[in-house]
């Protein structure tokens, strides 16, 4: 399985040369590798029915204690079905959707990654993988969402898709680590075979705010919902890829694969069911504010999301089922229903379904498709999504807590989503013939298969849905860490649930006729939703954009001695708080000084001071000069020579280059006043003193045995030298001493270009220089 995923990102890396090969056919190409998932996924089903899950463990980091674990359990083969069998649909689809696109080549990479990176996810055992993987789906669909990178609106989606989903992504980071620090444990599986409940642990609060809001970011939950319809901007084959296996997903998923160790608590159980419940109404009210077909999809896809949220929070056995069939009738009905809107656009040339009407006899298969996917998303007898439909407002029914207020969340949301269905279903294909931008067409076969098959599967599943029970109950275990004997059924004789299924027909179908009617009084809500959560997001955008410009303005302003300014600041801050507040200076030494020993030090001030205070850059070069060759005879006094002689080349290298560019500097000139002089002295002399203190501090402290003793006994037998300090050069920290001489060579580099520029040859004419130089 391992090899499996690594062969998936190979396979994107080799797009550009498989589309040299096989030009307009590398879609069918690609396509092989889902369904060969696919078929893979089906053959071990049996021993996941038999077994509950099986582990496949690679290890990649052993000293690390890091291994590379994909765990298939009834979730995940769930979840990798969908990924997988809707991920052939999507790439044939692509091929005739963006047929003679020049950037086809780039899609396909970006969507063959997308697509590994949401099987890894779902297959990933180890919290690590699993957050690698999560994060490699937020960088993809940013690259698939913004694919139409000419267009403004697609970078501008594309971006809040993605600081949406990695904020929430760093959020997760935090909570898997809390998790695996409650724990004790790193590995899904091992977490779930502890018996240690995790929900009396005092990190729990912590840990499962931290993942919630990473779920619910990247699941487009309330308030995070708004990010989800923008994501339209992207190509339809993504967009159909990513409402119905893919990316917003992913948050269910993680929810649903927590749910047997950290769910049932009154903290779970109320923010699912309310978040979920609010969503689930959110994304049904405002689709039928939209004229636009893929914002009706998109916006039909928060609602669903906010349904399995909200089950995942009821978290009976009945709710767990309700889940499952909920998810798979999603998952078919919604990557048909994009497809057929992508036919349409291609189509006509208009998104706009009240600008469409009549093509039922100019597009007969598309107008079939679109009916049988649409009746599935209204809950409409015999398709899948009546079963799911019926299942959720027994759920709800049953939760034990918020139920009024999850029924009647229910119940309106389910209206308004048969007004959605409807919309979609019957407002292009009839009624009057409209007049469209482009002439309406059949689409090809290309995009047709894979919306008519998922269409198909929703009536088959319908009709028979015994097919789907072993896969139902193997997930509904893996749910609640129970076996499970749960099957689907189309019929469970006349109950309640049937009642508001039957009654939510009617109403949203009367809803659906007043629809015209209904949409500008809608409109007058607009000036409230300019006040909704992603008003807040852009206010926050453009608030940091503000910030970033003043801080830019105030420590970015280009000035040197401005920046030094502030490094010092900080750092004379940071040694305050370290040695004067929170420990007190250890300082204890002996002075025996010697006469030469006081005249190197006083010369190698007067340098420092002289350097300060002259005019002259030559006099101030000579006085650094001065201040190396003091310390040279520091290191020979005690015993360094090598040392020594190092820091007489540095110096006479150092003195060579200054010399050489004194000429190309103006003259000094006082660009600042008598107290910033004075505040510049005062923080200098704050830094040396504190330097100092942390010198001596440090000198005093003895927490460790010195390193010395180590290399004077090692330096012989270990390295083969008897000069310790080459040793440690060339031999202990041997790549460090490596970058240093690269930093030698680019420095060296500098010099040789320095010596051979021509000055006088490059000088134009000579011109007063107007600007200040801060030098």
């Given at each position: 399985?391992?090899?499996?995923?690594?062969?998936?990102?190979?396979l994107?890396?080799?797009?550009?040369?498989?589309?040299?090969?096989?030009?307009?056919r590398?879609?069918?190409?690609?396509?092989?590798?889902?369904?060969?998932?696919?078929?893979?996924?089906?053959?071990?089903?049996?021993e996941v029915?038999a077994?509950?899950?099986?582990?496949?463990e690679?290890q990649?980091?052993?000293?690390?204690?890091?291994?590379?674990?994909?765990?298939?359990?009834?979730?995940?083969l769930?979840f990798?079905?969908?990924?997988?069998?809707?991920?052939?649909?999507?790439?044939?689809?692509?091929?005739?959707?963006?047929?003679?696109?020049?950037?086809?080549?780039?899609?396909?990479?970006a969507?063959?990654?997308?697509?590994?990176?949401?099987f890894g996810l779902?297959?990933?055992?180890d919290?690590?993988?699993?957050?690698?993987?999560?994060e490699?789906?937020?960088?993809t669909?940013?690259?698939?969402?913004?694919?139409?990178?000419?267009?403004?609106?697609?970078?501008k989606?594309?971006?809040?898709?993605l600081?949406?989903?990695?904020?929430?992504?760093?959020?997760?980071?935090?909570g898997?680590?809390?998790?695996?620090?409650?724990?004790?444990?790193?590995?899904?599986?091992?977490?779930?075979?502890?018996d240690?409940?995790?929900?009396?642990?005092?990190?729990?609060?912590?840990?499962?705010?931290?993942?919630?809001?990473?779920?619910?970011?990247?699941?487009?939950?309330f308030?995070?919902h708004f990010?989800?319809?923008?994501a339209?901007?992207?190509?339809?084959p993504v967009?159909?890829?990513?409402?119905?296996a893919?990316m917003?997903?992913?948050?269910?998923?993680?929810?649903?694969?927590?749910?047997?160790?950290?769910?049932g608590?009154?903290?779970?159980?109320?923010?699912l069911?309310?978040?979920?419940?609010?969503?689930?109404?959110?994304?049904?009210?405002?689709a039928?504010?939209?004229t636009?077909?893929?914002?009706?999809?998109?916006?039909?896809?928060?609602?669903?999301?906010?349904?399995l949220?909200?089950?995942?929070?009821?978290?009976?056995?009945?709710?767990?089922?309700?889940?499952?069939?909920?998810?798979?009738?999603?998952?078919?009905?919604?990557?048909?229903?994009f497809?057929?809107?992508?036919?349409?656009?291609h189509?006509t040339?208009t998104?706009?379904v009240?600008?469409?009407?009549?093509?039922?006899?100019?597009?007969?298969?598309?107008?079939?498709?679109?009916?049988?996917?649409?009746?599935?998303?209204?809950?409409?007898?015999?398709?899948?999504?009546?079963?799911?439909?019926?299942?959720?407002?027994?759920?709800?029914?049953?939760?034990?807590a918020?139920?009024?207020?999850?029924?009647?969340l229910?119940?309106?949301s389910?209206i308004?989503?048969?007004?959605v269905?409807?919309?979609i279903?019957?407002?292009?294909?009839?009624?009057?013939?409209?007049?469209?931008?482009?002439?309406?067409?059949?689409?090809?076969?290309?995009?047709?298969?894979?919306?008519?098959?998922?269409a198909?599967?929703?009536?088959?599943?319908?009709?028979?849905?015994?097919?789907?029970?072993?896969?139902?109950?193997?997930t509904?275990?893996?749910?609640?860490?129970?076996?499970?004997?749960?099957?689907?059924?189309?019929?469970h004789?006349?109950?309640?649930?049937?009642?508001m299924?039957i009654?939510?027909?009617?109403?949203?179908?009367l809803?659906?006729?007043?629809?015209?009617?209904?949409r500008?009084?809608?409109?007058?809500?607009a000036?409230?939703?300019?006040?909704?959560?992603?008003?807040g997001?852009?206010a926050?955008?453009?608030n940091?954009?503000?910030?970033?410009?003043?801080?830019?303005?105030?420590?970015?302003?280009?000035?040197?001695?401005?920046?030094?300014?502030?490094?010092?600041?900080?750092?004379?801050?940071?040694?305050?708080?370290?040695?004067?507040?929170?420990?007190?200076?250890?300082?204890?030494?002996?002075?025996?000084?010697?006469?030469?020993?006081?005249?190197v030090?006083?010369?190698?001030?007067?340098?420092?001071?002289?350097a300060?205070l002259?005019?002259?850059?030559?006099g101030?070069?000579?006085?650094?000069?001065?201040?190396?060759?003091?310390?040279?005879l520091?290191?020979?006094?005690?015993?360094a020579?090598?040392?020594?002689?190092?820091?007489l080349?540095?110096?006479?290298?150092?003195?060579?280059?200054?010399?050489?560019?004194?000429?190309?500097?103006?003259?000094?000139?006082s660009?600042?006043?008598?107290?910033?002089?004075?505040?510049?002295?005062?923080?200098?002399?704050?830094?040396g003193?504190?330097?100092?203190?942390?010198?001596?501090?440090?000198?005093?402290?003895?927490?460790?045995?010195?390193?010395?003793?180590?290399?004077?006994?090692?330096?012989a037998?270990l390295?083969?030298?008897r000069?310790i300090?080459?040793?440690?050069?060339?031999?202990?920290?041997?790549l460090?001493?490596?970058?240093?001489?690269?930093?030698?060579?680019?420095?060296?580099?500098?010099?040789?270009?320095?010596?051979?520029?021509?000055?006088k040859?490059?000088?134009?004419?000579?011109?007063?220089?107007?600007?200040?130089?801060?030098?």
């Open positions: 399985m391992q090899l499996t995923v690594i062969a998936g990102f190979i994107a890396a080799t797009v550009p040369l498989l589309h040299r090969w096989f030009g307009e590398t879609s069918l190409v690609l396509a092989l590798y889902p369904a060969l998932l696919a078929v893979w996924l089906l053959e071990q089903m049996p029915l077994q509950g899950n099986l582990l496949f690679w990649w980091v052993p000293s690390l204690g890091i291994s590379l674990t994909f765990m298939l359990d009834g979730l995940a769930l990798g079905l969908l990924i997988s069998v809707i991920g052939v649909f999507v790439l044939i689809y692509a091929g005739g959707y963006l047929r003679n696109h020049t950037d086809l080549p780039r899609f396909h990479i969507l063959m990654a997308f697509m590994v990176s949401m779902v297959l990933a055992d919290l690590l993988t699993l957050f690698i993987f999560w490699l789906t937020s960088i669909s940013y690259l698939l969402i913004g694919f139409n990178h000419d267009d403004l609106e697609a970078r989606s594309a971006r809040q898709g600081f949406v989903t990695v904020a929430g992504g760093l959020a997760l980071m935090a898997l680590v809390l998790l695996g620090v409650a724990s004790g444990h790193w590995s899904l599986s091992e977490i779930r075979a502890d240690t409940d995790l929900r009396e642990h005092a990190l729990y609060t912590p840990l499962l705010i931290c993942l919630l809001i990473g779920a619910f970011t990247k699941s487009a939950q308030p995070f990010w989800l319809p923008n339209m901007a992207a190509p339809t967009s159909a890829y990513l409402h119905s893919t917003v997903k992913a948050g269910i998923y993680l929810l649903a694969r927590l749910h047997p160790e950290l769910g608590t009154a903290l779970w159980v109320t923010v069911s309310v978040v979920g419940g609010l969503t689930m109404f959110t994304g049904a009210f405002l039928i504010r939209f636009n077909v893929k914002k009706l999809l998109a916006y039909s896809t928060v609602m669903a999301l906010g349904a949220t909200m089950l995942l929070g009821i978290g009976t056995p009945a709710a767990m089922v309700a889940f499952v069939a909920f998810l798979m009738a999603h998952s078919l009905y919604k990557g048909s229903l497809m057929v809107a992508g036919a349409l656009d189509s040339g998104k706009d009240t600008a469409m009407g009549g093509l039922r006899s100019l597009m007969p298969v598309t107008s079939v498709i679109a009916f049988f996917a649409a009746l599935s998303l209204a809950g409409v007898p015999p398709l899948l999504g009546f079963i799911g439909k019926e299942l959720m407002f027994e759920a709800a029914l049953g939760a034990n918020f139920q009024l207020l999850l029924v009647l229910a119940f309106a389910a308004l989503t048969i007004a269905a409807a919309i279903a019957l407002r292009p294909f009839y009624g009057p013939r409209l007049i469209t931008p482009r002439v309406p067409h059949e689409a090809p076969l290309s995009m047709l298969l894979g919306p008519g098959i998922l198909s599967l929703s009536l088959l599943l319908g009709v028979f849905p015994g097919v789907a029970s072993d896969l139902t109950a193997a509904v275990t893996s749910l609640t860490g129970q076996p499970s004997d749960a099957y689907l059924s189309l019929w004789g006349f109950n309640l649930p049937l009642l299924s009654i939510s027909l009617a109403l949203g179908f809803a659906f006729k007043r629809w015209d009617r209904l500008p009084k809608l409109a007058l809500l000036p409230l939703m300019r006040y909704g959560p992603e008003a997001y852009e926050l955008i453009d940091i954009a503000r910030f970033s410009v003043w801080q830019t303005k105030v420590l970015q302003n280009g000035y040197m001695r401005n920046y030094i300014l502030v490094m010092l600041l900080t750092l004379i801050g940071l040694l305050i708080n370290s040695i004067l507040v929170r420990h007190s200076p250890l300082i204890s030494f002996s002075l025996d000084v010697r006469f030469y020993e006081v005249m030090v006083g010369t190698l001030a007067m340098g420092a001071l002289f300060t002259t005019r002259s850059r030559l101030a070069v000579v006085s650094v000069g001065v201040m190396g060759l003091s310390i040279a520091t290191f020979i006094f005690f015993s020579p090598d040392l020594g002689i190092t820091q080349l540095v110096e006479t290298l150092t003195v060579m280059l200054l010399v050489l560019v004194l000429f190309r500097l103006p003259r000094f000139t660009f600042s006043t008598t107290l910033e002089r004075v505040r510049d002295g005062l923080i200098a002399g704050a830094m003193v504190l330097i100092c203190l942390l010198i001596l501090t440090a000198w005093s402290i003895d927490q460790f045995a010195p390193i010395s003793g180590y290399m004077i006994e090692n330096s037998p390295a083969y030298g000069n300090v080459n040793v440690i050069l060339v031999d202990y920290r041997a460090d001493t490596l970058g240093e001489m690269f930093v030698l060579a680019l420095a060296a580099i500098g010099v040789i270009a320095m010596l051979k520029f021509d000055h040859s490059s000088q134009g004419p000579r011109t007063e220089r107007k600007e200040p130089y801060d030098g």
